[in-house]
């Protein structure tokens, strides 16, 4: 394992501890997504993948650094045939605990997003892959070339994380942006552009279907946990809208789906 891996590994078995995916994982939290499966996905990402796959009953779904794991729950609660697969056996030891709780079948599987080692060719009807992924991802086009090669002929990939435009800025929210570095900046942080993304999927002979350039829905995209629980609700109510919080003027997040 290179050093690069290693530390990716090490620091999402650390993270996986955190208080804020303990948060993520209490019963209230499942019981609430189990009641309604398409809370794990920004409300414009469920439209896309309804739009796709209309009944994911029976359909064979990869979700590579599958992190948190909501969306694979969730996947499972509307009938998908899920895998998981990520770098922290932490997290999917976590995630296996939840999904034995509430009777979910799911394949947990410890792999390389990059690399997809134990995953079969041509086995999957959608290949998801959620907030956060490409920021751990020094090779995408590598990462794109083994999604193609996992999907089934016309199989999907879907993609969704916080939007490049972005990355420039402190992220700072009621406060008008600054910028902390130039967007061409790339490593070593992994803060891919568009045209990267874009070209790495095209590379790896990925037909590009269709892009989408969303809002922020909440108060958590702007701020960590333990900021987070600290916001009075009447504070952050208004925090999605650009002329009280001026970042709230660029997109959030962004998905892309392309196809086999």
């Avoid at 509307?78 to 979910?104: P, R």
């Avoid at 751990?136 to 193609?148: F, G, L, P, R």
């Avoid at 999907?151 to 910028?179: A, Q, V, Y």
């Avoid at 568009?194 to 701020?223: G, T």
């Amino acid at each position: 394992m290179d050093e690069w891996l290693k530390q990716v590994k090490d620091s999402w078995n650390e993270t996986a501890d955190s208080d804020w995916y303990r948060s993520l994982r209490t019963n209230e939290k499942i019981e609430e997504l189990v009641k309604e499966p398409a809370n794990a996905f920004h409300p414009s990402v469920h439209q896309l993948i309804n739009k796709y796959i209309p009944d994911l009953h029976g359909k064979k779904v990869l979700l590579p650094s599958s992190g948190d794991n909501h969306a694979a729950f969730a996947f499972a609660l509307l009938g998908a045939e899920v895998t998981s697969s990520d770098i922290s056996e932490k997290q999917l030891e976590h995630a296996q605990e939840i999904a034995n709780k509430f009777n979910l079948s799911i394949c947990f599987v410890c792999d390389d997003t990059t690399q997809l080692s134990n995953i079969e060719d041509n086995s999957f009807d959608l290949v998801y892959t959620s907030n956060g992924t490409h920021t751990w991802i020094a090779d995408i086009v590598t990462m794109y070339k083994n999604i193609y090669r996992v999907l089934k002929p016309t199989g999907l990939s879907i993609m969704f994380d916080i939007h490049p435009f972005n990355r420039p800025f402190t992220g700072e929210p009621w406060k008008e942006p600054k910028i902390k570095k130039p967007y061409e900046e790339i490593m070593p942080h992994c803060h891919w552009r568009v045209q990267d993304l874009v070209n790495a999927m095209i590379w790896a002979r990925l037909s590009i279907k269709e892009m989408e350039e969303l809002q922020a829905v909440n108060a958590s995209f702007w701020f960590s946990y333990a900021e987070l629980i600290k916001q009075k609700k009447e504070k952050i109510a208004k925090i999605n809208n650009w002329e009280h919080n001026p970042m709230a003027a660029l997109p959030a997040w962004i998905s892309i789906v392309a196809q086999k």
